[in-house]
């Protein structure tokens, strides 16, 4: 499980690092919360996870 989650502003493109300025995009996660199922960014360099504000509206059929 990651660390720390950082809030971040969206700006043109998100591609970039803010910690460490890895500059080629970002692994995603998943985080159920009470207001509905967050869509969380880690940097595949130095592990931080950002959070854009997205959450995932709807889901497929969960498999048992
Ligand atoms: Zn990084």
């Not at 950082?6 to 207001?35: K, L, N, W």
């Not at 969380?40 to 996870?49: A, G, K, Q, V």
């Amino acid at each position: 499980m990651p660390g720390k989650i950082i809030e971040v502003a969206m700006q043109e493109e998100f591609r970039s690092c803010p910690t460490c300025g890895y500059r080629d995009g970002f692994h995603s996660m998943f985080q159920r919360t009470e207001e509905g199922i967050k869509w969380l960014f880690i940097c595949p360099s130095c592990h931080d996870t950002f959070d854009l504000g997205f959450t995932v509206d709807q889901m497929v059929k969960q498999k048992a």
